[in-house]
């Protein structure tokens, strides 16, 4: 009986790990789509960025020359890049800011009423931009912000003001597309922040009523460092997409007026199938990821000491 016992258990093992093989197996084919388009689609082009950033020539040429660093080189010493980087540093700090400003404001109102019939409607009016694209969004605005016959310089017109000029000048244009960049990713964030708001659980607030806590302080308090990771990562999000802003630019300004709307990514648009120079584009697509993953670095390194995990 012991022998059985014992001529049982080997065969029960070799089956569990025909099993345990069988199942990893079946999880690495599952995965291999993906694997296979995350190599296509990001891998790929990432190497072959960095090195074709190291070479000059055309779209067209077929040998093009070794140059090394004079892509980066070229753009160091180009003032147009230098603005380039400029705005989009501007750009970015705007979006972002009155985005989590606005998002966290609006959805803490929200979630106060709850309860109110109008939470809902308010809730779809708030999401429904972000489902729209961006170029339905830029050329509607292009059509509000037209600096003649714009719906807002007739309703300026109308109300006795002078016509602003949103977009024809150097120093609203930025601004003009920034805002219109807020409107239309607002309502995602809002919902991101709601949902973190509804997980506080609600013997935290019972306990500073208690306290007679005022309500700023709770928010500063009590809000605030409970809903902290959810900031962050929208932050972190809301960062990257700032960087990756193409549409409004292209439809909107194309760049200007002067050179005040370019960003990095429309740069290098703009070198890579303008000015037929794939070299200083990629050149110019590695300075992007570095931006982009020096300042997602700074994000996390500053969440480590403000970010609260429960």
Known sequence: M??????KKPEIERVAGRNEKREKLMGY???MPAIVLLFAFTVYPLFYMAYRSLYGGSVISRNPKFVGFDNYKALIESTDFHQVLMNTAVYTAITVGLTMVLAIVIAVWLNGKRNSKLNGIAQTFIFTPHIISMVSVSTLFLWLMDSQ???????LT???????SFLASPETALLSVSLVSVWKGLGYYVLLIMAALQNIPTSVYEAAEMDDTPPLRTFFKITLPMISPTI??????????????FDSVSIMTGGGPVNSTNTLV??????????????????AGMVLLLFVCVVTYVQFLVGKKRVHYQ
């Open 232 to 245: 962050l990562f929208t932050s972190v999000v809301a960062v990257i997409a700032s960087f990756k802003v």
């Open 29 to 31: 084919l599952m995965a």
């Open 149 to 155: 016959n714009g719906l807002l310089n007739v309703v």
């Open 266 to 283: 429309y740069y290098i648009y703009d070198f890579a199938y303008s000015y037929g120079k794939p070299g200083q584009a990629c050149a």
């Open 2 to 7: 012991a022998k059985t016992k014992a001529k």
């Open 158 to 164: 109308a109300l006795g003001f002078e016509p602003y």
